[in-house]
């Protein structure tokens, strides 16, 4: 159908695409998890509480910070303002003021997936963007959908609307061309993106200020 047409890439740029996929995978969803996993049981442990924290900071070294959910933060809010006069991601300041908390961690660790949702809605939205950017450079295009798709997962079980699911399932298929009139795939991603920040923050007002503008 004129919908589902085949992405046309050579199979470099779908060994590239999928080394994509494969590096925010174990940089961000597996990272992200193992931060989430330690916050969650450390409620009740202070070591694995510690050990959440040097999951999201990394040793500190050059090296080992820069693939690091942290870092991935720093790079987001360049793109979206949201960097706050220190140099530091909003969303990374908030994540480091619950880890550091003494008191509630239950409540903390709700801050913290309530952090991870809005970077990983920033990083959809942005490739969202690309996808429509580069539809006219298929040299690029296919690498763009396989770091949005790896994006898009980690934000998947998180967003429970069915049809949003199909819309970023098929956004982000490194096996069919996307969709591509007037920033589609931007402005669709922007309605779905904003409802679950809404929820997830509260208000719309609140959603927004988290989300930030991306820099197009």
């Not at 933060?73 to 908390?101: F, H, P, W």
Request: aromatic content about 10%; hydrophobic content about 40%.
């Amino acid at each position: 159908s004129a919908t589902h047409v085949k992405l046309d890439a050579t199979d470099d740029q779908k060994k590239k695409a999928k080394k994509e996929v494969q590096e925010k995978t174990l940089q961000d969803m597996l990272t992200m998890n193992l931060v989430l996993w330690k916050a969650k049981s450390g409620i009740n442990d202070a070591d694995d509480w510690t050990k959440a924290a040097a999951y999201f900071f990394g040793s500190g070294g050059a090296s080992d910070s820069e693939h690091t959910v942290y870092n991935r933060a720093q790079k987001r809010c360049k793109d979206y303002g949201t960097c706050m006069n220190t140099g530091e991601a909003k969303v990374n300041a908030l994540i480091a003021q619950a880890l550091n908390s003494k008191s509630d961690k239950a409540a903390s660790y709700a801050n913290i997936v309530k952090q991870f949702k809005v970077l990983y809605s920033q990083n959809v939205l942005r490739y969202a963007n690309l996808i429509d950017q580069k539809i006219g450079a298929p040299e690029d295009l296919i690498e763009i959908i396989g770091e949005g798709q790896a994006f898009w997962r980690i934000l998947k079980p998180w967003l429970t609307d069915n049809e949003a699911r199909k819309v970023f399932d098929r956004m982000f298929s490194t096996v069919y061309t996307p969709q591509a009139a007037n920033n589609y795939n931007y402005c669709i991603a922007k309605k779905y993106i904003d409802a679950l920040l809404t929820s997830t923050m509260g208000t719309a007002g609140a959603a927004a200020t988290a989300l930030g503008n991306l820099d197009e």
